[in-house]
Every structure is written in C-alpha cells, then in structure tokens.
C-alpha cells in the first residue's frame, strides 16, 4: 500500500528504477496527475510550506541518502553541453515569467476583491458604478435561492451547455492575440483553421477558438497567462480528447516568436490521432 513501505524497500525500489525511462504515455499521465493535484489548495499550501523549509534534499549527503549517492554515480564523469545549458536557462526564464505573471493577476484580483468589500471603484474615493441600485436586491432570499437553482440546472442542461452565451460569455468577436494568430495561420496553414472563438462550435461547454475545416479532428485554444493559471491547459486538452478532439493550447506569450508557433503548429497538425 501507497506509504506504508520500509526504508529498506524504499531504497531496493529505487535501486531498481535507476536507469529506467518512462514511455511518452506514462509522462503524460504523470502530468496530468501532478496538474490535478496542483488544484487542491491543501497541496499547494502544503508544498509553500515545504519549499520556507528548503528542498527535499536540504541537508543530505551520500552517506546518508540512497537518492544522493545514485544521483551522484549517474552524473559522475558527464558534462553538460552549451546546447543544454542554454535550453535549461531559457526554461527557467519562461517559468520565471509565468511566475511574475500569476503573482500580478492573483495581486489585481486581490486588489479588486478589496475596492469591492470597500465600495469603491477602480478609482480611489469614487463610489462604484452599482452602488445604491436595486433590482437583484428587492428579491427575498428564498426567492433568489430560486432563482440560481433554476439558472445553475439550465446551464448543467445539454441546451445550457452548447449556448454559445455560456461558452464565450456573449463575445462576438476575436480580441487583438486572437486575430494576430488568426493571421498567421490563414499566411501558413490557408483553408486549414477557422476562427470558431465566437460561439460557433460550441463542444460540451466548451467553446474553442479555432478548429481545422480540412477533416481532422483537431482545435487550437489560444490563452493568456494573466488570466489563465497554468493547469488549465491540461485541463482543456483533457476535455475535448474525450469527445474525440486534439487540442493544441497557445499561450498568448508565444505569439512573441511567430517561427516557434508555426513549427509547433505543423508538428500538431501532423499528429495521429489518439484512440
């Protein structure tokens, strides 16, 4: 059972793993587990908590750690190449951006949650635009309980679902990052994407932003790092893979460097389709 091993057969199963690889199915599974977990706040709590204290192997040698001294005779004698540092130094500066960028969007939430406990607008000192009015407020409790079970069943319905008002929150047209994309892709992959952002194929609640209209099951979801945590591109892809779908998910940083974008479009594209 999970957590109940000896340290004697902990340190034999990673005696035994050493060396082995996972295969690419095994690593996306992996993936999408730690993103799962990553959601619970308890874990993420948890894993703050552990980081103050230092990492896992603070403190530990090769006299006292199995996972130290199997470390250290796997790298013993290897050199990392120009080709890799640099890979491993653009890795850390991207997730060192994605991390500034999460840090400001949860700081403007936070701010924002607090001019509303405070009534007041984005504008210090100025009451908010909705201050005073009545409408939702004339209701008595039971009646706006009513009201929300009847519009959360509506929206948990088929027709609920597949409304294009509920997928795209009645947006009619593509925002500036959506058209940039859109322009690369009709410039290097013409009559192979169509911009369906607005609610025109909606897919079990979700509506994406551009599918292929040359035979293949496959959408493209472009997304913003300051609105977007990071999970939820795991949790898209998995959602439309179950109606059959791939999906490619675009960060709106990427649209940076249009090369990068192109190849990994044509690499999706070329892409079997999984069963």
């Known amino acids: 059972m999970r957590g109940k091993h000896t ?16 295969t690419e199915a095994t690593k996306k599974k992996i993936g999408l587990i730690s993103l799962s977990r990553w959601q619970n706040p308890e874990f993420r709590e948890k894993q703050k908590a552990r980081k103050k204290g230092g990492g896992w192997n603070r403190g530990l040698t090769q006299e006292t750690d199995i996972r130290m001294k199997l470390h250290a005779q796997k790298m013993k004698g290897r050199t990392i190449s120009e080709k890799t540092r640099a890979k491993i130094a653009e890795t850390n500066h991207q997730n060192h951006l994605l991390v ?19 009534g007041t607008d984005k504008v210090q000192g100025h009451p908010a635009w ?18 929300s079970e009847k519009v959360r069943a509506w929206l948990n319905s088929p027709e609920g ?26 410039t290097y992959f ?21 599918i292929n209209i040359n035979g293949k099951k496959q959408v493209i979801e472009l997304l913003g790092t300051y609105w977007h945590p990071l999970f939820d591109g795991a949790n898209r892809i998995e959602h439309y893979r179950q109606y059959g779908f791939q999906c490619l998910i675009i960060w709106e940083d990427e649209l940076k ?7 990994k479009i044509k690499e999706f594209i070329g892409r079997k389709g999984e069963k």
């Open 100 to 118: 500034i960028k999460e840090r400001r969007r949860l700081g403007a939430l936070r701010a924002w949650e607090k001019r509303r406990q405070a």
């Open 161 to 186: 679902k597949n409304h294009p008002a509920y997928a795209r929150g009645c947006k009619s047209y593509p925002n500036k990052p959506e058209t940039h994309l859109s322009s690369l892709l009709n």
């Open 7 to 22: 340290e004697a057969t902990k340190q034999k199963l990673r005696l035994l793993a050493n060396g082995r690889r996972h």
């Open 190 to 210: 013409p009559n192979e994407w169509k911009y369906v952002g607005d609610g025109k194929v909606v897919i079990e609640g979700r509506n994406p932003d551009f």
């Open 130 to 147: 909705n201050k005073g009015l009545k409408g939702w407020l004339k209701h008595t409790p039971e009646a706006r309980q009513k009201i």
């Open 257 to 263: 460097h249009p090369e990068k974008i192109v190849t």
